[in-house]
C-alpha cells in the first residue's frame, strides 16, 4: 500500500520526479554562460515547453477508447477556430493571449500536484485552493507594475504579459507595486498563522514550493529569461513523470504503456521540432500564414483544455491514477 502522501512510490520519488530539476535549475539559472547558451533556449522553448504541450496528444488522439468521445473533436475544432479569429481581430494581442493561457495553465498544474500530494480532506480543500491561489496569483499579478529589467530575446515571445505602462505613470506603477507588496506579506503572513492553528504543516508543503517559484520568478528575480526556466522546468519535467506514470496506468493499448517513456520522449522531441522549424515553416505557406500559425498553435491549446478535462477528479482515467497512490 503506497502512503497517502505521495504521488509515486515515495518521499525519494516524488522529490525526483516533481522538484529536484527545478531547484537545479534555480541554481544554474545565475550563471550568466548558461542564460546566453543556445543550448539552453533550445531545451526551453522548443524540448521542454513546445515539446511537452504534444505529450497529451498520446492519450487523446492515440488511445481507440478517447478518439471515440466527442469532447476530442470539439476541442480541437474550437481551438482552431479561437486561433484563427483572434489572430485575424486581434492579432496584436495574439502573444498576450498564448502567454495568460500558459500561466493560468501552470498555475493550474501546480494546484493540481498540490492537492495529490497534500490530499487535504473535504472541510480543508477550500483553504488549500485559496491559499494557493493568493501565494501564486498575487506575485503574477504585480508583476504587471514591476519595472521591467533584465529583459531576454524571450521577452517578445514568452514573457508578454500586456503593457500598462500606457495606463500608468511610473509613480503610480510604484505607488501599487509597494502597495501590492504590502497585502502580499500580510496575507503571506496571515496564511502562517491559520496554518499554525489549523496544524496543517506538512500538507503545506507542496504550496510552499510553488510559492516560492512564483515569488522568486515575477517578484524577485530580475532576469526574465531565469524566471522563464524556473516556470517551464516545474511545469514540463513533473508533467512528463505524471503522464508516464498515467498511460502506464490507463491507455488502451499495450505497446504505449509497454513504451510510454521512449513515447513521451519522442513526443517532447517531435514537439520542439515542430516549434522549432515554425518560421521556415510559415516561409513555405506565406500566401495562408494566418491558417497556418492558427494550426501550428491548436496543439498548444487544445493542450491546455485537454489537460483541464482528463485531470478532473470525475475522469475515469484520473480516478485510476488517484487510486494507484492511495
Given at each position: ?58 492519450e ?26 483572434i ?19 501552470n ?9 495529490l ?48 505602462n ?18 502580499y ?22 504550496i ?18 531565469q ?28 505497446n ?30 506565406s500566401?495562408s500564414?494566418?491558417l ?32 494507484s497512490?492511495?
Amino acid at each position: 500500500m503506497l502512503n497517502n502522501n505521495y504521488i509515486f512510490k515515495g518521499p525519494v520519488e516524488d522529490f525526483l520526479k516533481i522538484y529536484c530539476v527545478t531547484f537545479l535549475a534555480f541554481l544554474l539559472s545565475f550563471s550568466p554562460q548558461l542564460l546566453t547558451s543556445s543550448i539552453l533556449i533550445f531545451i526551453t522553448i522548443y524540448l521542454l515547453d513546445s515539446g511537452h504541450v504534444y505529450s497529451t496528444m498520446i492519450e487523446v488522439y492515440a488511445d481507440p477508447n478517447e478518439l471515440k468521445k466527442p469532447y476530442v473533436w470539439i476541442v480541437t475544432t474550437g481551438s482552431f477556430i479561437i486561433n484563427l479569429c483572434i489572430l485575424l481581430f486581434f492579432e496584436d494581442f495574439f502573444y498576450n493571449y498564448i502567454f495568460y493561457f500558459t500561466i493560468f495553465h501552470n498555475m493550474r498544474q501546480g494546484l493540481g500536484i498540490v492537492l495529490l500530494q497534500s490530499k487535504p480532506n473535504t472541510r480543508d480543500v477550500l483553504f488549500t485552493k485559496w491559499t494557493y491561489y493568493f501565494l501564486t496569483l498575487l506575485p503574477f499579478i504585480l508583476f504587471h507594475f514591476k519595472s521591467r529589467v533584465g529583459t531576454s530575446p524571450l521577452s517578445e515571445i514568452i514573457i508578454h504579459p500586456i503593457n500598462i505602462n500606457n495606463f500608468f505613470s511610473d509613480n503610480w506603477l510604484s505607488h501599487i507595486f509597494n502597495w501590492g507588496i504590502r497585502l502580499y506579506l500580510t496575507g503571506i503572513a496571515s496564511i502562517a498563522v491559520l496554518i499554525l492553528w489549523k496544524k496543517v504543516y506538512t500538507k503545506i508543503l507542496p504550496i510552499l514550493f510553488f510559492f516560492s517559484l512564483y515569488a522568486f520568478a515575477f517578484l524577485i528575480s530580475k532576469n526574465e529569461l531565469q524566471s522563464y526556466i524556473l516556470l517551464i522546468t516545474s511545469h514540463a519535467i513533473p508533467y512528463y513523470f505524471l503522464f508516464e506514470k498515467r498511460l502506464k496506468l490507463t491507455h488502451s493499448l499495450k505497446n504505449v504503456k509497454r513504451f510510454a517513456p521512449l513515447i513521451l520522449i519522442l513526443s517532447f522531441t517531435v514537439g520542439g521540432s515542430l516549434e522549432y522549424f515554425q518560421n521556415n515553416i510559415l516561409e513555405i505557406f506565406s500566401n495562408s500564414s494566418v491558417l497556418i500559425r492558427a494550426m501550428l498553435t491548436t496543439p498548444l491549446i487544445t493542450h491546455f483544455i485537454f489537460d483541464g478535462i482528463i485531470w478532473k477528479k470525475d475522469n475515469k482515467n484520473f480516478q485510476l491514477f488517484r487510486s494507484s497512490s492511495n
